[in-house]
């Protein structure tokens, strides 16, 4: 497994990498190669019984960045002698090494396009010949979303190449909380006692548009006493991140009167604490590929408003029957969509129930990571075959 990021450090690819090593370890002998921006964190460590192997970049050297492909050679050639299939979460430019090292020592080389967007082909092509030549040389790829599955097809790429597996969620993690229980968490987190809360969990990027559901939320709460819940890094050392959107959030918050209504929590490994204690979950982004954050909030059983993207939170939410969509950057249909959960309690609840049932029946590990398990299997019974080209 090669990830951008990976426990405890919090990133979508590396969270889905964790589950799905540790659902498969009984049937799969996994190694995991890692960039890293925490120096704190050891070059090597054991996770769940898996060897880690982390190579640290500091994004804001010219140098570390140069060195970290020379770094990466050097943790392949480790671990090359035990390893039948190279699998990357995410499309980055360090696709161009790792097909090249993959074909060098006769690996098979596996893909998951994992984000919307930016896993498509046309953003490959758009950083040059080189990354595209490794986005149109992998042996698989896994598509966790129809929508990623469309762009692959549309790009006139091979369909004997694409399977398309979904993302997963630990439902026995991420599960409905008992009245008691959320109100021994809000007490333990921090939060309100009394009043429905709100949560938004991800990046501050533009992307996830934190300010959007700032904008929608703020309409009700002048109406309908509520709080929001922020979980998610709103500075730091991810490129993706812009500080100026939590900045100017609190700056509106304080002009509303809002300020102590408005919560921010930048990281946590704890989620799911958040999760059973918060009473509705909204996803504003305009990019996604099958959103995890989603899957958990659905798999706790909360009342969920997404945006609609075709291919994606479409895929997971029917409207008002498991949750509710509205267009993207719609605040007005967000604002009533939020308003109309928070004061409707018999709604609420249909819809986190079957939210729950949804994510059981077809997003539970245990019915996902079989078809990780059948994808590894083929690449790697073809290498046993004496006439595999590996290509």
Known sequence: MVTGAYYPELSGGGLQARLVVRALQQAARFTVLTTSIDPSLPARSNEDGVPVRRVFVNMRSRGSRLAAPFRIIVAFLEVARRIDVVNLHGFSRKAILLVALSRLFGKSFVLTLQTGVHDEPKSARAMGPLAYWAYVNADLYLSVSPALSRAYLDAGLPASRLRQVANAVDVERFKPAAVAERVALRAELGLPPAIPLVLFVGFFSRDKRPDV???AWSRVAARVPSALVFLGA???RYQEIEADLADTIRARA???????RTFFVETTR?????????????LPSIREGLPIAL???????????ASRLPGSTDTLIEHDVSGLLVAPDDV????EAIRSILTDGARAARLGAAAR???VARYAVQRTAPAWLSAYQSLANRCDRPDATGG
Do not use: Q
């Not at 304080?254 to 102590?260: N, W």
């Not at 007005?332 to 604002?335: F, H, T, Y």
């Open 332 to 335: 007005e249909g967000l604002a």
């Open 234 to 236: 709103t500075r730091g």
């Open 254 to 260: 304080g002009v509303d009167r809002l300020g102590d």
């Open 357 to 359: 049932e949804t994510v």
């Open 270 to 282: 704890t989620i799911e604490k958040y999760y059973r204690a918060v009473d509705m979950y909204v």
């Open 295 to 305: 899957l958990e909030a659905m798999s706790s059983a909360l009342p969920c408003v």
């Open 213 to 215: 559901l700032y904008g």
